[in-house]
């Protein structure tokens, strides 16, 4: 059985031959991969690691291309799955995406913060959309479908909510939420137009799952209440997903926290995996009873614990008792619940991977 297949089977609720891996690396960690198992290439360690996943992401438009630089920092190239961090240069440590949202490195060279947000002043004259049908965009993502026919590939894309607050400022858009709702109504509007041209050039080229990006929680509740979200951004996400709606594409919500109010909400329009399921807030067992049959649970593994502070039998354990808990009649993909970064010990990496890819169902 193939990636692709092993995918799809599991997200369609059937028994795969093995649990799906997925994982995300900082560039730190993907050194120590590579040294490792003596590997150069990429692809060849995401082989040797078992993940099934390939993303592809979408390149800036050639104005905005000829000088900009993928920040490292954030993950490696191998994992990434957004064109979110594709910046350019504006000093030594301020980079700018092509919306004109800055980010700041941190003098460590690996810590960052959004250190300027276009629209702050509320102002959607300020407003820059790039052009997703730009030319070459999409060039690369096209040549990597095409040599990874066995693979599950996706795009990453960025919902309406975070990329609001993400124009504005996280406490500002919040705030405006509920004291300018027409602003940010029509704020929203435009990036659903952008967000909408974005997912089906993904589709054309043949992906297999669109990844929505979006932190709605935090670990002990949603940021907004159910009942804005179901009025403001629950319609906005069903109109991306029933404008290319197919039986072939997959979607998939990333977003941390304990966002459990909103799940049902989720699935009813169109959500097939959700991620990470983090366990320091969601009881993985308890939603694979009340949603597995219609929703694939991604990630579940511990960072915060099992992979900071664990020992590598420790990360073999939680492992093991998702499979059994929760790998019954597929809807499992098992992965750490955010990126692996550089103070996670190597040991319980391999670890994970090597229990899980040998782990047969």
Same mark, same amino acid.
């Given at each position: 059985?193939?990636?692709?297949?092993?995918?799809?089977?599991?997200?369609?609720?059937?028994?795969?031959?093995?649990?799906?891996?997925?994982?995300?690396?900082?560039?730190?960690?993907?050194?120590?991969?590579?040294?490792?198992?003596?590997?150069?290439?990429?692809?060849?360690?995401?082989?040797?690691?078992?993940?099934?996943?390939?993303?592809?992401?979408?390149?800036?438009?050639?104005?905005?291309?000829?000088?900009?630089?993928?920040?490292?920092?954030?993950?490696?190239?191998?994992?990434?799955?957004?064109?979110?961090?594709?910046?350019?240069?504006?000093?030594?440590?301020?980079?700018?995406?092509?919306?004109?949202?800055?980010?700041?490195?941190?003098?460590?060279?690996?810590?960052?913060?959004?250190?300027?947000?276009?629209?702050?002043?509320?102002?959607?004259?300020?407003?820059?959309?790039?052009?997703?049908?730009?030319?070459?965009?999409?060039?690369?993502?096209?040549?990597?479908?095409?040599?990874?026919?066995?693979?599950?590939?996706?795009?990453?894309?960025?919902?309406?909510?975070?990329?609001?607050?993400?124009?504005?400022?996280?406490?500002?858009?919040?705030?405006?939420?509920?004291?300018?709702?027409?602003?940010?109504?029509?704020?929203?509007?435009?990036?659903?137009?952008?967000?909408?041209?974005?997912?089906?050039?993904?589709?054309?080229?043949?992906?297999?799952?669109?990844?929505?990006?979006?932190?709605?929680?935090?670990?002990?509740?949603?940021?907004?209440?159910?009942?804005?979200?179901?009025?403001?951004?629950?319609?906005?996400?069903?109109?991306?997903?029933?404008?290319?709606?197919?039986?072939?594409?997959?979607? !998939?919500?990333?977003? &941390?926290?304990? %966002? /459990? #109010?909103?799940? @049902?909400?989720?699935?009813?329009? =169109?959500? +097939?995996?959700?991620?990470?399921?983090?366990?320091?807030?969601?009881?993985?067992?308890?939603?694979?009873?009340?949603?597995?049959?219609?929703?694939?649970?991604?990630?579940?593994?511990?960072?915060?614990?099992?992979?900071? !502070?664990?020992?590598? &039998?420790?990360? %073999? /354990? #939680?492992?093991? @008792?998702?499979?059994?808990?929760? =790998?019954? +009649?597929?809807?499992?993909?098992?992965?750490?619940?955010?990126?692996?970064?550089?103070?996670?010990?190597?040991?319980?990496?391999?670890?994970?991977?090597?229990?899980?890819?040998?782990?047969?169902?």
């Amino acid at each position: 059985m193939n990636s692709k297949e092993r995918v799809i089977k599991t997200i369609n609720h059937m028994k795969p031959d093995r649990i799906p891996l997925d994982g995300w690396f900082s560039s730190t960690i993907w050194a120590k991969l590579k040294n490792h198992y003596n590997l150069q290439d990429d692809e060849d360690v995401l082989e040797r690691l078992g993940i099934d996943f390939r993303p592809v992401v979408m390149d800036p438009a050639p104005d905005f291309r000829k000088d900009s630089r993928f920040l490292e920092f954030v993950a490696e190239e191998a994992s990434f799955s957004s064109s979110d961090y594709i910046c350019r240069k504006v000093d030594e440590r301020l980079y700018e995406d092509e919306w004109g949202i800055r980010i700041k490195l941190g003098t460590d060279g690996m810590s960052w913060h959004y250190a300027y947000h276009p629209l702050q002043d509320l102002s959607l004259k300020n407003l820059k959309i790039p052009d997703p049908t730009a030319p070459g965009r999409f060039d690369r993502a096209k040549e990597k479908i095409s040599h990874c026919t066995d693979k599950f590939m996706f795009a990453g894309v960025s919902t309406c909510f975070r990329r609001g607050w993400l124009l504005t400022g996280f406490p500002r858009f919040l705030e405006t939420l509920m004291l300018d709702r027409v602003f940010v109504e029509k704020l929203l509007d435009h990036l659903l137009e952008f967000e909408i041209q974005e997912v089906k050039m993904y589709t054309d080229l043949g992906v297999n799952m669109i990844k929505f990006l979006g932190d709605l929680g935090s670990e002990e509740s949603l940021f907004l209440s159910p009942k804005l979200w179901r009025e403001i951004f629950k319609p906005r996400m069903k109109s991306v997903i029933d404008s290319v709606k197919k039986k072939d594409i997959y979607f !998939f919500l990333h977003t &941390d926290g304990n %966002i /459990e #109010e909103i799940i @049902s909400d989720l699935i009813e329009i =169109g959500i +097939n995996v959700l991620n990470p399921i983090q366990p320091e807030c969601l009881d993985t067992v308890k939603i694979k009873q009340k949603y597995g049959d219609r929703l694939t649970l991604h990630g579940t593994m511990s960072l915060q614990k099992t992979f900071a !502070f664990g020992s590598p &039998d420790d990360v %073999i /354990e #939680e492992a093991k @008792s998702r499979i059994e808990n929760c =790998g019954y +009649n597929g809807g499992l993909v098992l992965a750490p619940s955010n990126v692996l970064t550089h103070d996670i010990p190597i040991e319980n990496i391999i670890a994970f991977y090597d229990y899980v890819r040998e782990f047969k169902l």
